[in-house]
């Protein structure tokens, strides 16, 4: 079975109403849409955008005020989601729930259904400068092309919880991030190769450019997407199937083969999935409470 992903570059930069957004955003989806995508990824953060409107006093807003927009934000993903038969991950979006921030990874289905994955490991600036809470639990999704799982930019530094998405039968990992320099963005983009190949999967990443002058922590971006695979004879050598023109406005698009997954699991030049020594750590498709 064949998936077909488009990943945005989104381009950040100052708007002058929740109009503009969903103007950007509708040009990004009907991009992918003309593609013939069935799976299209925004980056992580894309929402403070809207922080860029301001009040209406002329005052600047905090992330304390993005949750706000969170009727708004799942409403129009909800509907370009149903409108064009795709499957939407929002990018994510700060809410608040009992008092406390999160950082939460959207799945919009095309039937109308949205589902969350919340950021499970936060960074110090999230953290310190945001008041960031982490999401406490993981889950992987069902859709009609396979199972998937998102994980958010810091999270896909962590083997353990990759292997945790691998074991409950995810084939692809949808990763929106959202890196200020080189060094940000190089962690991401090399552990998701790492974790392509420990596991087999896929990595689908992007991540967010251009400026928010007037939103703390958002002022500088540096990102690229790319659709990264195991590295083994049927996939390319750099295990590469796409990726962007650093830091510009766009969107990539690849074709996923899942039956390439299978076979190089069983056959492959390497079978990392299948040789674990899990007789010397944890076999997480052994242990069916986490």
């Known amino acids: 079975m064949k998936i077909r992903v488009s990943a945005v570059q989104y381009h950040l930069h100052t ?59 799942l409403n129009l993903f909800q509907a370009f989601a149903i409108e064009t038969g795709m ?45 960031m809470n982490a999401g406490d639990h993981f889950r992987v999704f069902d859709t009609e092309k396979g199972r998937i799982a998102l994980l958010t930019c810091y999270d896909i530094e962590f083997p353990e919880i990759v292997r945790m998405a691998k074991a409950k039968g995810a084939d692809v990992i949808f990763c929106p991030s959202c890196t200020d320099d080189r060094h940000g963005f190089h962690r991401v983009r090399y552990t998701s190769h790492a974790r392509a190949i420990e596991n087999q999967v896929y990595v689908v990443l992007t991540g967010t450019v251009g400026a928010l002058p007037t939103v703390d922590f958002m002022r500088a971006n540096f990102g690229q997407a790319a659709v990264i ?5 049927p996939f390319p050598p750099k295990g590469l199937l796409a990726e962007g023109e650093l830091n510009n406005d766009m969107i990539v698009t690849a074709d996923l083969d899942l039956s390439l997954l299978y076979e190089v699991r069983e056959r492959g030049s390497v079978t990392t999935w299948r040789d674990r020594r899990t007789d010397l750590y944890p076999d997480w498709e052994q242990m069916k409470q986490y």
């Open 15 to 73: 708007i002058a109403s929740f109009e503009d957004f969903a103007a950007q955003c509708e040009h990004y989806i009907k991009t992918a849409q003309e593609y013939g995508s069935e799976f299209v990824l925004f980056p992580e953060f894309f929402t403070t955008q809207l922080l860029s409107i301001g009040s209406e006093q002329g005052t600047r807003l905090t992330i304390n005020e993005l949750p706000g927009f969170t009727e708004a934000y």
């Open 87 to 131: 499957h939407i991950i929002g990018g994510t979006h700060v809410i608040a729930r009992e008092g406390k921030l999160y950082n939460v990874a959207h799945l919009f289905y095309p039937n109308g259904r949205i589902e969350e994955q919340a950021k499970l490991h936060i960074t110090p600036t999230e953290v310190h400068e945001w008041n």
């Open 229 to 233: 695979t195991p590295n083994d004879i």
